[in-house]
């Protein structure tokens, strides 16, 4: 088998080498707990180690912001390209709606955490300049494409829940 080869850009390897390499890790830590939990990888997790939990009811923003802090967390958020590629691999099934909310809001002048996490990650659709300054859809939400989209905070989608 020939080997996978890795490019490097940047501090990121590109996308198929990680898909790949999340893959192999979770092959690496197969358990009867990966089959239990519908075959899903042990290793999606959120930073903190807590499970990322897609939720199929569909709320609002706000709903879904009380909802997993009462039974989870917090919505989740996104700080690299790995925990991205880990949140897409829970949404991109037929039975999630075509986005789901996350834990980011627009505030003042500015797209902020929920949890008070920095803003060091981002990735909005190119081109798109209607997230910068939000008259009426300022919430969060992640696309089945992995693009982030502000959206009306009254809208009720599913949503993802650490």
């Not at 958020?77 to 829970?90: A, F």
């Not at 859809?137 to 989608?157: F, S, V």
């Amino acid at each position: 088998m020939a080997q996978k080869q890795s490019r490097i850009t940047g501090d990121h390897l590109n996308t198929d080498y990680r898909i790949w390499f999340i893959s192999f890790l979770c092959t690496l830590h197969a358990s009867p707990v990966a089959v239990v939990n519908n075959g899903r990888c042990p290793l999606l997790t959120s930073r903190e180690g807590s499970l990322l939990r897609t939720v199929k009811h569909s709320k609002t923003w706000e709903g879904a912001l009380e909802y997993c802090r009462e039974t989870h967390t917090d919505l989740t958020t996104l700080q690299s390209d790995t925990e991205q590629l880990l949140t897409l691999s829970e949404i991109r099934h037929d039975h999630i709606t075509g986005r789901v909310w996350i834990g980011l809001r627009f505030l003042g002048d500015h797209w902020l955490w929920v949890n008070g996490d920095p803003m060091v990650y981002e990735n909005w659709r190119q081109g798109d300049q209607e997230h910068q300054c939000p008259l009426r859809k300022r919430c969060g939400a992640l696309t089945k494409e992995g693009h982030w989209e502000n959206w009306d905070c009254g809208e009720e989608l599913h949503f993802i829940c650490y």
